[in-house]
């Protein structure tokens, strides 16, 4: 069996994956002494009851062994937390359902609405930046929607203070269709060639940059599709690079689990895990779910730089150099990857949704497109220009 936590090139590879070290992890399952704290356990995941635990949120070292124990169980246990009735009065979902229903209708007027990416193609509806929107459109209701203590517990137990929240609303109407198992943001999001080009320890630090919520805006039973989860997945550590393989699906579809849940229930799980919404096969529930990704603080530079300005003084002189072969592509490749943003995120997906694949480009990979397509001075300005426009919030 490969050791796959020391891959002995340093980096990961989808052809070096082991199924069988993958399916060994799977085998695991959750102890009650694991999750002291839970008020029960349900396919291997860890069930807190929110109204047990609201006197432990107020009591600061109480607080601090529950984050522990959550933590542990997103790094090494089942990677997946589930708070039942995390909204105990379910009347700020019902509020923000309708000031949310209200967005959709009216982006769907305006440009046809959002997609959902990894879905195949459905009766799915996405408010991309729902935190914002709900912000704008009723501070009352996203007041009283993020006054939750548990929320900001299980945010603190992986990310520490500090984080970033954003959130995306996700309606899938009767017949909407599946996601494929996927694991999710940052290098979910990347290609495979990509990927495969971060070294192994950065595959074992992505995890721990982002946090995957879902608060349940509607009852969802089994049939409505509520998301497909693979408990211990996150522990196969080189699983970014293996999940689009076809053996890796297969297995996901064979093992995977769902949780039935009630309006105001969230489940919370590490970004590393292998999952994918299920499909609804409901005759007549319109599953609402507030999908929250919650980021660590300290993914910021720490010095603020004006990337467009300087790709736009350096484009004409890399142009030259690629043009009189002063320069080789690798020298060239290199002063641009110090010059320009080499990072899709963050963005406005209303305005910079992904084109053919999970990220907008990169001023990088626009910068390396344009000196082979010959574009001048002037319209490569003019690019980046829409690209910052795009992005804005």
Not at 20 to 28: D, K, V, Y
Not at 172 to 185: E, I, L, S, T
Not at 224 to 229: D, F, I, W
Not at 330 to 352: K, Q, V
Request: aromatic content about 8%; charged content about 20%; proline content about 5%.
């Amino acid at each position: 069996m490969k050791d796959q936590n020391h891959p002995s090139s340093g980096f990961y590879s989808a052809d070096t994956c082991d199924l069988g070290a993958f399916i060994a992890i799977l085998e695991r399952e959750t102890q009650e002494t694991d999750v002291p704290s839970a008020a029960d356990i349900q396919k291997n995941v860890p069930v807190y009851d929110a109204s047990c635990i609201e006197t432990v949120l107020e009591d600061e070292p109480r607080r601090r062994d529950l984050m522990t124990e959550w933590a542990q169980v997103l790094m090494s246990g089942a990677g997946i937390v589930a708070i039942r009735g995390a909204y105990s009065d379910t009347q700020v979902l019902d509020d923000a359902t309708q000031v949310y229903r209200r967005i959709i209708a009216q982006e769907k007027d305006a440009d046809g609405g959002g997609g959902d990416h990894f879905a195949a193609s459905g009766a799915n509806d996405r408010i991309w930046n729902a935190l914002q929107k709900l912000c704008e459109h009723a501070p009352d209701v996203f007041l009283r929607y993020f006054a939750n203590p548990a929320i900001a517990a299980i945010c603190e137990a992986w990310l520490g203070p500090n984080y970033q929240m954003t959130a995306q609303v996700n309606l899938v109407h009767p017949g909407g269709a599946a996601q494929q198992a996927h694991r999710d943001y940052h290098l979910g999001f990347q290609t495979a060639e990509l990927s495969a080009r971060y070294p192994a320890h950065v595959h074992s630090l992505s995890p721990v940059l982002t946090l995957q919520g879902a608060v349940a805006h509607c009852d969802m039973p089994i049939d409505s599709g509520p998301t497909k989860l693979l408990p211990f997945s996150q522990s196969y550590v080189s699983g970014y690079a293996a999940w689009r393989r076809d053996d890796f699906q297969e297995v996901f579809e064979a093992r995977c689990i769902q949780l039935p849940l009630q309006k105001g229930d969230a489940v919370f799980f590490n970004p590393a895990l292998f999952h994918a919404a299920g499909a609804n096969t409901s005759s007549d529930i319109h599953r609402m779910a507030n999908l929250l990704q919650v980021s660590s603080a300290f993914g910021r530079a720490m010095e603020t730089v004006d990337r467009r300005k300087m790709c736009k003084m350096l484009y004409p002189h890399a142009a030259q150099a690629l043009g009189t072969g002063t320069l080789s592509r690798a020298e060239l490749s290199a002063a641009i990857a110090a010059t320009a943003e080499g990072y899709s995120f963050p963005t406005n997906l209303d305005r910079d949704p992904p084109k053919g694949g999970l990220a907008p480009e990169t001023q990088q990979a626009f910068f390396l497109r344009a000196l082979d397509d010959g574009i001048g001075s002037e319209a490569f300005g003019d690019h980046l220009d829409a690209m910052a426009a795009s992005r804005s919030g």
